[in-house]
C-alpha cells in the first residue's frame, strides 16, 4: 500500500558522476574463473565485496533490521539518472517518500541485504514498507508499480492509464527507454569517459545509436505536432498541406506534444534525466532534434520534476 512517510532522508551522499559506473558489471569482482557455484559461495563473495568503511555498511545493514512501518524508500545514487527517473514520477504521483542514495565508492551496492532486495545490485530499487517490505528492482518495473497502485487508490491516474489499449502504447515507449535510450547513453558515457583503453570506434558506435533512438522520438514527436497544428489551427491547414506557409509559423509549433494521448505521462518523463545529461556525449538537442529539445524542456519545467532532480522528496 502506498502511504504518507513523514521519515527523513536518512543519507546525503554525494559521489558525482565521475565515480558512477553507468555500464559495468553488476558483480565487477566475480569474473569467469572466480565464479561462484553454489549460492552459498555467492553470498560469501558479495560479502567480500562490501563497502571496506564499516560504518557505511552499518547504515545500510541497520536500516534493513529496522526498516519503517510504513511508506516508500527509493534507494538511488546522486549522480544516477535511472534513480532520477523514479523520483520523478514519485514526486509527479505526490508521495511520501525517502531516498538512500547509496555510495558506490564504498560498494553499497553490493551490500548483502541490498543484494537480496536487487540481484543485480544497482540503483534503482523501491521498498514499499506498508505492502509488507515489498521490494522491487528495474527502474522501469518500479514506475509501473507505482502508476498501477496509484490507479488502484486512487480510480485515475494521468500519468498511466485505465484503458488496456493505452496502457500498451505507454509501455511500447517505457520499454524503449528502458533497454534502447537508457543503456546506449550509458554505454556512450563509459567509453567516453570511464573504459580503461581509449576504443574510438565504440563512442562512435553507441553516440550513433543513441541518435538513432532520438530520431525515433522526433519522429514521433514531429507526427503528434503535425496532427495537432492541422487540428487546432484550422483556418490555416489549406496553406500547411500545400506548403505555402511553414507550420513552423504557426502558434502551436511550441505548444506542448506528448508521446501519448495528450498529457504527460509515464513514456515522457521516463526519458527526462538522461535527456539532461546526453549533451555530455556530444549531442545537441536543440540543434538536432529539435522536438525533442521543446518536450525536454515542458517537462523539466514541471515543479514535481524540479523538485525531484533536486532532490527534494
Ligand atoms: N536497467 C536498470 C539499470 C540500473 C543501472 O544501471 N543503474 C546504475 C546507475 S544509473 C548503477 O546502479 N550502477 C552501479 C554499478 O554499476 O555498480 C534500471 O533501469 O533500473
Known sequence: MISQNP????????AGLRSVHLTGDANPGVDANTAPNTSTELHHQLHQQT???????NRITKFFQNQPADGITLFSHRSAPNGFKVAIILSELNLKYQTIFLDFNNGEQRAPEFVLINPNARVPALIDHGSENLAIWES?????YLVNQYLKETGSC?????NLAEQSQISSWLF??????APMI???LHFRYFHSQSVPSAVERYTDEVRRVYGVVEMAL???????????????????????TPMTQSRYFDYPVWLVGDRATIADLSFVPWNNVVDRIGINLKGEFPEVYKWTKHMMRRPAVIRALRGDE
Open 7 to 14: 521519515n527523513p532522508t536518512i543519507s546525503n551522499l554525494s
Open 51 to 57: 563497502a571496506h568503511d564499516p560504518e557505511q555498511q
Open 140 to 144: 522501469g518495473s518500479i514506475i509501473l
Open 158 to 162: 494521468s500519468l498511466w492509464s485505465g
Open 176 to 181: 524503449f527507454q528502458t533497454s534502447g535510450h
Open 186 to 188: 550509458g554505454q556512450a
Open 222 to 244: 514531429a507526427e503528434r505536432r503535425e496532427s495537432l497544428i492541422m487540428e487546432l489551427d484550422s483556418e490555416n491547414r489549406e496553406n500547411y498541406s500545400s506548403g505555402t
